[in-house]
């Protein structure tokens, strides 16, 4: 199982960035995938996720109304596309599929 995430940056507060995440290794239908991050010195947190279907989808609080997760089975990707960027969104964003499988990561900076 492989899961490889790009998209990361350097965002100016307001701005938009989209994050993919390609996976490999499992049939991608048939697990949740999420999208979690994290910010050195503090623990991971759960962003959003969406069902094996993609038909439920969730979302943090904070996101909400900004972030959207989605995914594309004919890619094999799943999709975090966030807008309206602050600079609390600043972290390390990770994919997560059921079962345990993380990618390596990607950071998301928003600065002016």
């Known amino acids: 199982v492989q899961l490889v995430e790009s998209g990361g940056g350097l965002a100016q507060p307001g701005g938009s960035l989209r994050l993919s995440c390609e996976a490999s290794?499992?049939?991608?239908?048939?697990?949740?995938l999420s999208w979690y991050r994290q910010v050195s010195g503090k623990e991971r947190e759960w962003v959003a996720g969406?069902?094996?279907?993609?038909?439920?989808?969730a979302y943090k609080d904070s996101v909400k109304g900004r972030f959207t997760i989605s995914r594309d089975r004919a890619k094999n990707t799943v999709y975090l596309q966030m807008n309206s960027l602050k600079p609390e969104d600043t972290a390390v964003y990770y994919c997560?599929?059921?079962?345990?499988?993380w990618g390596q990561g990607t950071q998301v900076t928003v600065s002016s």
């Open positions: 997560y599929a059921t079962g345990g499988y």
């Open positions: 290794g499992f049939i991608f239908n048939s697990v949740a």
């Open positions: 969406t069902d094996n279907a993609g038909g439920s989808k």
